[in-house]
């Protein structure tokens, strides 16, 4: 069983930064794709980021590419999401995700940590 626990989540203004950090327990952190998902009011979840064992493959969903950045430290068993220039429509609830593979839905995923991007 892996456990996810999110942090960093809070309230910026537009065009501000936040860094959210996951730290991950149970398991080899190593072996699993790591992710981050959001989801907004009245939203469903959609994938944000994600970061492969190595940390050298990463994807981006085409509304965060030049403005967040997924990296991650397989010694200290973290993954984080580096945010920049953040927009009202980036609010929503943050889960960081274990998985598989890249492309495939999360198997463990966090309880999740508040954005909220004031205009």
């Known amino acids: 069983q892996v456990r996810l626990v999110e942090s960093g989540g809070g309230l910026v203004q537009t065009g501000g930064s936040l860094r959210l950090s996951c730290a991950a327990s149970?398991?080899?952190?190593?072996?699993?794709?790591m992710g981050w998902f959001r989801q907004a009011p009245g939203k469903e979840r959609e994938r944000v980021a994600s970061?492969?064992?190595?940390?050298?493959?990463?994807y981006y969903a085409d509304f965060v590419k030049g403005r967040f950045i997924v990296s991650r430290d397989n010694a200290k068993n973290t993954v984080v999401l580096q945010m920049n220039s953040l927009k009202p429509e980036d609010t929503a609830v943050y889960y960081c995700?274990?998985?598989?593979?890249?492309?495939?839905?999360?198997?463990?995923w966090g309880q999740g940590t508040q954005v909220t991007v004031s205009s």
């Open positions: 995700t274990a998985g598989v593979t890249l492309g495939d839905m999360p198997s463990y």
């Open positions: 149970g398991g080899t952190f190593s072996y699993w794709v």
């Open positions: 970061v492969d064992r190595s940390g050298v493959n990463t």
